[in-house]
């Protein structure tokens, strides 16, 4: 019998996603009476058209709730022929062989790009283990990206700076024809590179343009934190308004909504700044919201 290692979303197989938005692709597992402990799949994408996040340089792969007590996953990208890339996930116990149940096994974040367009595919392999340590025969669903216009979309700006210096990092808004009454972000960075100015009470300003003395009166709130991972810090940013709800502007162009304060520490190399976005309207509702990292450099 075999079992069925796939992407499975509303549809089996079928994701939906805008150009410069978030595609979360969800893997799940169809054992049809099969003990199965372990599974890995090897997803090959196209990265001219989207491309796995990462978060500190690893692909952003998250075990489902209900599995990481006693499972693990390990990801890794690797570059194929032209843009072709494969993202290769395993998902196993380091210290048991309990066999896992029907159900969702973990997802992976891919941001896809402005340009995209079109239907797209993530072809999928699929491999699988036994308690016992045999080989199951595996097969895995493949899916496809059915890509709709531009969606919202967070972009950070670029900065340069010498070692000690202070940099200044914009974030610019594009709409996109969505209604966006208020935004957040988290912003990680390697707190061996960098830190963010003001500490406890991060340098971070909300633009003029939309702030409490203009018409839409949003107020900025940020905090740093520790991340999940060793040096790993981040800057949390909220752009909102005590008094509104007011939609923030859409004006064709990308729109700055605020700017934050970084210290340049030692080290040679680019700093990537990776964020997470996200958005909601003025129900309250969430909007899904696309990020594009910034970069400082280094003089």
Same mark, same amino acid.
């Given at each position: 019998m075999q079992v069925n290692v796939g992407l499975?979303?509303?549809?089996?197989g079928v994701l939906a996603g805008t150009a410069g938005g978030i595609l979360d692709v969800p893997v799940s597992l169809v054992t049809n009476g099969t003990s199965v402990s372990a599974v890995s799949n090897d997803l090959v994408y196209d990265s001219a058209v989207l491309e796995v996040q990462t978060v500190q340089g690893s692909p952003d792969c998250t075990i489902d709730g209900g599995l990481a007590a006693s499972k693990q996953i390990v990801a890794r990208v690797a570059a194929l022929n032209g843009s072709m890339k494969r993202l290769r996930v395993g998902l196993f116990g380091a210290d048991n062989q309990s066999a896992l149940s029907d159900g969702n096994l973990y997802q992976c974040r891919f941001v896809l790009a402005l340009s995209a367009a079109g239907v797209t595919t993530l072809d999928n392999q699929a491999q699988a283990s036994s308690p016992q340590g045999?080989?199951?025969?595996? &097969? +895995?669903?493949?899916?496809? !990206?059915?890509?709709?216009g531009t969606g919202p979309v967070l972009a950070l700006g670029t900065g340069t700076a010498s070692a000690g210096g202070m940099v200044d990092i914009t974030a610019s808004l594009s709409s996109n024809g969505a209604q966006l009454s208020a935004i957040s972000t988290d912003i990680r960075f390697d707190s061996t590179r960098v830190e963010v100015a003001g500490g406890a009470a991060p340098d971070c300003t909300v633009d003029e343009s939309i702030g409490e003395t203009s018409v839409f009166d949003?107020?900025?709130v940020a905090a740093v934190r520790d991340g999940d991972e060793p040096d790993v810090q981040i800057l949390r940013v909220g752009i909102v308004s005590r008094q509104n709800n007011d939609v923030l502007p859409d &004006? +064709?162009?990308?729109?700055? !909504?605020?700017?934050?304060?970084?210290?340049?520490?030692?080290?040679?190399?680019?700093?990537?700044l990776e964020h997470t976005a996200d958005a909601s309207d003025p129900s309250g509702l969430d909007v899904g919201l696309g990020s594009l990292p910034g970069t400082i450099s280094v003089e």
């Open positions: 499975f979303g509303a549809t089996p045999a080989p199951v025969n595996a &097969i +895995g669903a493949d899916g496809s !990206v059915t890509i709709g949003k107020e900025i &004006i +064709g162009t990308p729109l700055p !909504v605020f700017r934050c304060r970084f210290q340049l520490g030692a080290g040679s190399g680019d700093v990537v």
